[in-house]
Structure formats: structure tokens, C-alpha cells
């Protein structure tokens, strides 16, 4: 599988990664589906500290252990937690980043982590006392690379301007485009990856669309409308023919961008992990289908976190 360096760092992570959130906490299927996507290529595995309250953790570090070594491993920190009553808040002070990280390589059963990413992010957090403190785990050794999961572009821009991240995940797809605008091109010239998140717009641009349209898209998705979205479906179904997946089309369009290095997909089953990863990456989109389906779709904008 293609590989892409993933911002200034020394890490190179496949084009695809695998989403750990939708494993469940059946711990014999979640070790299979990862195992599966191991053998397909990917080497990049996104958890996070909140993904059932730790447990989504345990279940891949116990998974990965006698492979660590040849795994990108990410996880998130920034939600403060309590597994037992399961609730939590917003919390990115150096004292919890620093005993979360702490929390996770317990769980992960790791000694350091290969990117760690502040999980969201507002105008209002301590954001150098953020920044330092990833600095200075980076620096002990303890993680490798750090960023930020965010779709604020006020919060975006003031990492791009005040730290050294080396990648952003946020949400992009056929049918949220929004990064296209002001932020794909803006991480690119300061050499910071995208992890796009929701490539399949919750299966909406996948095998299983009109599935997933009758039950999450009833009220529409984002500026989409019901009827329309089943309307692009029909267009993208018209497109692709016998020539190519749904899947694959929605894969291939957010991997064109150059700062995108890695689109980011859930599993929760085998079936699915072979769906994402059935077919030939380093054959990419050319311009013109691109484009084509750019047509299918529309723009659509941030409207909110703007100041």
C-alpha cells in the first residue's frame, strides 16, 4: 500500500488507516478486523483514550503487541473521562494531557506513541500550554509526533501560526467538502498531513448508501437535502458503472489532495475492512474524474468558529 510522510516528521503512514473507534469491545472480532487490516497493507491504527471509555485502547494494544513495531499508532487525548459513570469533559490542561498520555500507554500496554493528537479543541484552551506540553513529551521520547483532531478553522489556524503539528484530522468527504476551501491548501504550504475523517460520509458514498441514506440521512446531511442525497447517489451509481466501487471512488477523491495523507475508516467487520481496501490505490483519480465528481457534489463552507 502507498505510504506518505506524514508532515515534517519521520513517520510514513499507509493512504489508508484504520479507524479503531467501531471495533465494539468484542475483543476476538476487533483483533480480527485489525489483523485483517494489517494484512491489506495498512499500517496506521487511530484509537483514542474515550472510545469506550479506555477499553477500545486495551483491545488494540493488546491486538498489536507482537507487531508494534511495524505499526503507526495513534491515539487521542483531551477528553477527561470517568469510566465508571461515563461521563466526561473538556479538558486540555498540561496536568491531564500529561497523566492521559500516562493512562494510554498502560492501556495500549506501549511505551510510547507514535502521534498524539489533541481530541478536538476550542478558541479558548491554554493553546501554548498545549503546545509545550506536546513539546515537551515529544522531546522525552514519549510520543513521536503530535496534532490536533479539529474541524474549527479559528482553531486549525492558530496551530498552523503557533506550533510544529504535523497533521490535523478532520472531517472530509464527497459530501463535506469544506476543507477544500481555505484549509487543505493552508496545511500543504505548512507542510501538515490531513487525516480525513468520515470518508464515506457515515456509508452515504459507500456499497451500502442506500441503506445508510434511509436511516441517516432522513433529515439530511449537513446542506444536503434527503431527495438529494439519494439523487447523487443515483449519479455517483450512473458514474462508476462496472468500472469501479463506491467505495473506492469516495477513498480515491479525498486522497487527490496532496496534504491528505491518509483517509480514515471505521470497521466493524471484515466484510467492511475488504471493501475499503479491495482495490488498486496507487491508481489514483485523474483530473478530469475528479472533477467529475466534484460536479456530482457541491462545495459546501465553515460557517461557524470563524473568529
Known amino acids: 500500500m502507498l505510504k506518505s510522510k506524514l508532515g515534517k516528521s519521520d513517520l510514513h503512514i499507509s493512504a489508508l488507516t484504520l479507524g479503531c473507534m467501531s471495533l465494539g469491545t468484542n475483543e476476538k472480532t476487533a483483533t480480527t478486523i485489525i489483523e485483517r487490516a494489517l494484512d491489506a497493507g495498512i499500517n496506521h491504527l487511530?484509537?483514542?483514550?474515550?472510545?469506550?471509555?479506555?477499553?477500545?485502547?486495551?483491545?488494540?494494544?493488546?491486538a498489536i503487541q507482537q507487531k508494534r513495531n511495524d505499526i503507526i499508532l495513534t491515539t487521542k487525548v483531551g477528553n477527561h473521562f470517568n469510566k465508571d459513570t461515563k461521563d466526561w469533559f473538556w479538558d486540555p490542561s498540561k496536568e491531564h494531557i500529561e497523566q492521559g498520555l500516562q493512562d494510554s500507554l498502560r492501556r495500549?500496554?506501549?511505551?510510547?506513541?507514535?502521534?498524539?493528537?489533541?481530541?478536538?479543541?476550542?478558541?479558548?484552551?491554554?493553546?501554548?500550554?498545549?503546545?509545550?506540553?506536546?513539546?515537551?513529551?515529544?522531546?522525552?521520547?514519549?510520543?513521536?509526533a503530535y496534532g490536533i483532531s479539529s474541524i474549527r478553522p479559528n482553531v486549525i489556524k492558530e496551530y498552523v501560526n503557533r506550533s510544529n503539528i504535523d497533521a490535523v484530522m478532520m472531517q472530509y468527504s464527497l459530501l463535506d467538502r469544506r476543507p477544500e476551501e481555505e484549509i487543505l491548501d493552508l496545511l500543504h504550504a505548512n507542510e501538515i498531513s490531513v487525516l480525513a475523517r468520515g470518508p464515506l460520509a457515515k456509508g452515504m458514498v459507500s456499497n451500502n448508501a442506500l441503506k445508510q441514506i434511509e436511516s441517516k440521512g432522513k433529515d439530511g446531511f449537513l446542506d444536503y437535502s434527503y431527495e438529494e442525497l439519494k439523487q447523487i447517489h443515483q449519479e455517483l451509481q450512473d458514474f462508476t458503472g462496472d468500472t469501479a466501487t463506491l467505495n473506492e471512488l469516495a477513498l480515491k477523491y479525498v486522497l487527490k489532495h496532496p496534504a491528505v495523507a491518509?483517509?480514515?475508516?471505521?470497521?466493524?467487520?471484515?466484510?467492511?475492512?475488504?471493501?475499503?481496501?479491495?482495490?488498486?490505490?496507487?491508481?489514483?483519480?485523474?483530473?478530469?474524474?475528479?472533477?467529475?465528481?466534484?460536479?456530482?457534489?457541491?462545495?459546501?463552507?465553515?460557517?461557524?468558529?470563524?473568529?
Open 46 to 62: 487511530d484509537t483514542a483514550d474515550l472510545y469506550d471509555f479506555g477499553v477500545n485502547e486495551e483491545i488494540v494494544g493488546k
Open 108 to 144: 495500549l500496554q506501549t511505551d510510547y506513541i507514535d502521534f498524539y493528537m489533541l481530541h478536538g479543541g476550542t478558541i479558548e484552551d491554554p493553546i501554548d500550554e498545549v503546545i509545550e506540553t506536546m513539546e515537551r513529551l515529544k522531546q522525552k521520547g514519549m510520543i513521536r
Open 262 to 307: 491518509s483517509a480514515v475508516f471505521g470497521a466493524s467487520s471484515i466484510d467492511q475492512v475488504k471493501a475499503n481496501t479491495d482495490f488498486n490505490l496507487a491508481d489514483m483519480l485523474d483530473d478530469e474524474t475528479f472533477h467529475r465528481l466534484q460536479s456530482i457534489t457541491k462545495p459546501n463552507y465553515y460557517t461557524k468558529h470563524r473568529d
